[in-house]
């Protein structure tokens, strides 16, 4: 059975059978674990913007920034049931499992994305409002009904929908955009790839059952092996440019050149691994790697903006 007929399948069922969803399938449906990385990312660009946030402000800026990231998971997974019922990674997702309806996680996606934005911009402002929406629209339309399924460059692209969040909670303090916060965008955009291609190479059967043109089934294991390195050393260089611009300082610069090290040599223990291993043991534990990098990275510059600015305060009153 393919992919289109699982589609056309699931689209049929959703006149005959009542909805079996609860509370736990719609989260489900927001994708919780990718919402984490994206409140995380969007809460480091509001701590580390200038300026100071009503917190009662912040959190609603947040939570904005978690409904339409949710909102984007739910459209995404509307538009990809029918690959995701073949797929066994995602086979037993809330739509192709049938405990929710297509005509339900749409109508789901587009009501959260439409309050999201508009809370947002009434809120706090319409210039992080309109980078949500970009957002979401990029994740929905850009990625998942274009990109995904027509190139092998297609998480390289739409790697921009993640690497927004940081931007926008920047936003929220300032109102615009400034050189640390496009820095905070590069250092996910150009870890998105490495991260991800790292995934691509353990699933690649699950890719190719379903022809989404992931780079190793396009471009084969040695090329994307190469293109991990070279992704890698970009994401462990742009680590350290927080310290150069001034946002943080030197000891957030020596951690995050460390941390780059090990993500580097993560990527050569990839890069030597044979072709057409099934085990793919270096890919696996560089994938899990990866997300404990971004997270250990917008830690490190969270620590160090608020210990600058507490020995400053300290110093004051001294």
């Given at each position: 059975?393919?992919?289109?007929?699982n589609h056309a399948m699931l689209g049929a069922d959703e006149?005959?059978?009542?909805?079996?969803?609860?509370?736990?399938?719609?989260?489900?449906?927001?994708?919780?674990?990718?919402?984490?990385?994206?409140?995380?990312?969007?809460?480091?660009?509001?701590?580390?913007?200038?300026?100071?946030?009503?917190?009662?402000?912040?959190?609603?800026?947040?939570?904005?920034?978690?409904?339409?990231?949710?909102?984007?998971?739910?459209?995404?997974?509307?538009?990809?049931?029918?690959?995701?019922?073949?797929?066994?990674?995602?086979?037993?997702?809330?739509?192709?499992?049938?405990?929710?309806?297509?005509?339900?996680?749409?109508?789901?996606?587009?009501?959260?994305?439409?309050?999201?934005?508009?809370?947002?911009?009434?809120?706090?402002?319409?210039?992080?409002?309109?980078?949500?929406?970009?957002?979401?629209?990029?994740?929905?339309?850009?990625?998942t009904m274009w990109l995904k399924r027509s190139t092998p460059?297609?998480?390289?692209?739409?790697?921009?929908?993640?690497?927004?969040?940081?931007?926008?909670?920047?936003?929220?303090?300032?109102?615009?955009?400034?050189?640390?916060?496009?820095?905070?965008?590069?250092?996910?955009?150009?870890?998105?790839?490495?991260?991800?291609?790292?995934?691509?190479?353990?699933?690649?059967?699950?890719?190719?059952?379903?022809?989404?043109?992931?780079?190793?089934?396009?471009?084969?294991?040695?090329?994307?092996?190469?293109?991990?390195?070279?992704?890698?050393?970009?994401?462990?260089?742009?680590?350290?440019?927080?310290?150069?611009?001034?946002?943080?300082?030197?000891?957030?610069?020596?951690?995050?050149?460390?941390?780059?090290?090990?993500?580097?040599?993560?990527?050569?223990?990839?890069?030597?691994?044979?072709?057409?291993?099934?085990?793919?043991?270096?890919?696996?534990?560089?994938?899990?790697?990866?997300?404990?990098?971004?997270?250990?990275?917008?830690?490190?510059?969270?620590?160090?903006?608020?210990?600058?600015?507490?020995?400053?305060?300290?110093?004051?009153?001294?």
């Amino acid at each position: 059975m393919t992919a289109i007929d699982n589609h056309a399948m699931l689209g049929a069922d959703e006149h005959i059978r009542p909805s079996e969803a609860n509370a736990r399938d719609f989260f489900e449906l927001l994708k919780p674990r990718v919402m984490s990385l994206v409140v995380f990312t969007a809460f480091a660009g509001l701590l580390l913007a200038p300026g100071t946030i009503n917190p009662v402000l912040g959190f609603i800026a947040i939570l904005c920034v978690a409904v339409g990231a949710g909102a984007s998971g739910a459209l995404n997974m509307w538009y990809d049931a029918d690959i995701d019922a073949v797929m066994t990674r995602t086979a037993r997702r809330p739509i192709p499992s049938g405990r929710i309806q297509p005509n339900e996680a749409l109508a789901f996606g587009l009501t959260l994305s439409t309050f999201s934005v508009a809370i947002l911009g009434l809120a706090i402002n319409w210039f992080a409002a309109g980078l949500l929406a970009f957002t979401i629209f990029f994740y929905a339309v850009v990625y998942t009904m274009w990109l995904k399924r027509s190139t092998p460059q297609n998480i390289v692209i739409g790697g921009a929908s993640g690497a927004f969040p940081p931007m926008i909670g920047w936003a929220c303090v300032t109102g615009g955009v400034s050189l640390d916060s496009v820095i905070l965008f590069l250092i996910i955009f150009l870890w998105t790839p490495a991260h991800f291609w790292a995934l691509a190479l353990f699933k690649m059967r699950d890719y190719g059952s379903v022809g989404i043109p992931m780079m190793p089934n396009v471009a084969g294991e040695r090329s994307t092996k190469h293109q991990i390195v070279a992704y890698a050393v970009a994401t462990a260089v742009v680590g350290v440019a927080p310290t150069m611009t001034g946002l943080v300082g030197w000891a957030y610069g020596i951690f995050a050149a460390l941390l780059g090290a090990i993500f580097v040599l993560c990527s050569i223990s990839v890069w030597r691994m044979a072709d057409g291993d099934e085990k793919m043991v270096p890919a696996k534990r560089m994938f899990a790697y990866s997300v404990f990098y971004l997270f250990a990275i917008f830690s490190g510059l969270i620590a160090s903006h608020y210990g600058a600015v507490f020995s400053a305060f300290a110093g004051a009153l001294s």
